[in-house]
T-cell receptor, first 113, second 110 residues
């Protein structure tokens, strides 16, 4: 069964600190992996998208990494801000299927002042 | 900022009522989606459209129905709402690279 597992489920950090969120997947065949940020009560917003051949991609203070061999991805947030408080969702797209996205259940990040 | 809109944002209705959740996008995307998401849980695909007059059921069984008469419009209808339908409904559209989500409709059925 295609699965995407994220850890930790929740994380609390102080403003200004860095953090790393993990995503392990068993999806096959793999097309691309996406990280989304979802604020409470809002729709997810895309942060990064990486294909099989990409190891790292940055978007401002967000840096995503991908190891397609071990089927692991991480999202690193640098110098966290209060506005980073949100759920971060890892999504894997199955190759050859236009609609087949497998969603993780997300990591709930809380940044405290 | 994605140009995809959902109305209403919040809806509280009684059991048995018929409701339609609206979704529209101005990006000209052919592919559109409806997802259901309970608090703290992952998104589940309930409907998918490849384009006008093309719709499919998603991975999660749903009593709702959809229509796609125009490219920009993808409404979802519940003929008879029940408390089990209480959830957040997210609409999305996609280009080749990524999906763009609307703000969602929070539905509560009493």
């Amino acid at each position: 069964k295609n699965q995407v597992e994220q850890s930790p489920q929740s994380l609390i950090i102080l403003e200004g600190k860095n953090c790393t969120l993990q995503c392990n997947y068993t999806v096959s065949p793999f097309s691309n992996l996406r990280w989304y940020k979802q604020d409470t009560g809002r729709g997810p917003v895309s942060l990064t998208i990486m294909t099989f051949s990409e190891n790292t991609k940055s978007n401002g203070r967000y840096t995503a990494t991908l190891d397609a061999d071990t089927k692991q991805s991480s999202l690193h947030i640098t110098a966290s801000q209060l506005s980073d408080s949100a759920s971060y969702i890892c999504v894997v797209h199955i190759s050859g299927s236009a609609r087949q996205l497998t969603f993780g259940s997300g990591t709930q990040l809380t940044v405290l002042p | 900022e994605a140009d995809i809109y959902q109305t209403p944002r919040y809806l509280v209705i009684g059991t048995g009522k018929k409701i339609t959740l609206e979704c529209s996008q101005t990006m000209g995307h052919d592919k559109m989606y409806w997802y259901q998401q309970d608090p703290g849980m992952e998104l589940h695909l309930i409907h998918y459209s490849y384009g006008v007059n093309s719709t499919e059921k998603g991975d999660l069984s749903s009593e709702s129905t959809v229509s796609r008469i125009r490219t920009e419009h993808f409404p979802l209808t519940l003929e008879s709402a029940r408390p089990s339908h209480t959830s957040q409904y997210l609409c999305a559209s996609s280009d080749v690279y990524t999906q763009y989500f609307g703000p969602g409709t929070r539905l509560t059925v009493l």
